[in-house]
T-cell receptor
């Protein structure tokens, strides 16, 4: 099955700093999502991005499907950005979704 | 927020007892999923449903069964709970269009098996 690797596993930032999170996957996919799990455990959809680039406020994401990776950019980080960021992928049909192990982000005030 | 509720939100049970978790949606989405989340892992798919009475196994289906008798409800059953099934369980829903499939998650159920 598809393998998903996220890096870095842990990240500590000072408030206001920028960061890039990476998601590598081992096979072609036609579904890719980024999620933020907040400290209360809620999973929040950030981007549905099987290919291309999207932006939403301070966050943006790029997926290069042919090279099997996706990047999540966080600019001007805030303490509320703390939590775990997951990448999840699936191939045809999108049903058997595989999650990466996540990147745990802590933003210091 | 997508209209997804899970019940119960917390449950403590003993080894060997049956447990049923419920996922309810108000979005009329065709596809529903059950995942478990354990420390050090992302979410792992247990079972999913692609329609009423249509289900299939995921990555970690051993020890779990599911049922879907109505579009809005997807039940996850642990026939005889074990300590290894202590976890946080998430339900998700989606509607597929042209092979593209964005999933939305419920709030989760924390299950402890003693």
């Amino acid at each position: 099955g598809i393998q998903v690797e996220q890096s870095p596993p842990d990240l500590i930032l000072q408030e206001g700093a920028n960061s890039t999170l990476r998601c590598n996957f081992s096979d072609s996919v036609n579904n890719l999502q980024w999620f933020h799990q907040n400290p209360w455990g809620q999973l929040i959809n950030l981007f549905y991005i099987p290919s291309g680039t999207k932006q939403n406020g301070r966050l943006s994401a790029t997926t290069v499907a042919t090279e099997r990776y996706s990047l999540l950019y966080i600019s001007s980080s805030q303490t509320t950005d703390s939590g775990v960021y997951f990448c999840a992928v699936a191939n045809t049909g999108g049903f058997k979704t595989i999650f990466g192990a996540g990147t745990r982000l802590f933003v210091k005030a | 927020d997508a209209g997804i509720t899970q019940s119960p939100r917390h449950k403590v049970t003993e080894t060997g007892t049956p447990v049923t978790l419920r996922c309810h949606q108000t979005e009329n989405h065709r596809y529903m999923y059950w995942y478990r989340q354990d420390p050090g892992h992302g979410l792992r798919l247990i079972h999913y449903s692609y329609g009423v009475k249509d289900t299939d196994k995921g990555e970690v289906s051993d020890g779990y069964s599911v049922s879907r008798s109505k579009t809005e409800d997807f039940l996850l059953t642990l026939e005889s709970a074990t300590s290894s099934q202590t976890s946080v369980y998430f339900c998700a829903i989606s509607e597929s269009y042209r092979g593209l499939n964005e999933q939305f998650f419920g709030p989760g159920t924390r299950l402890t098996v003693l």
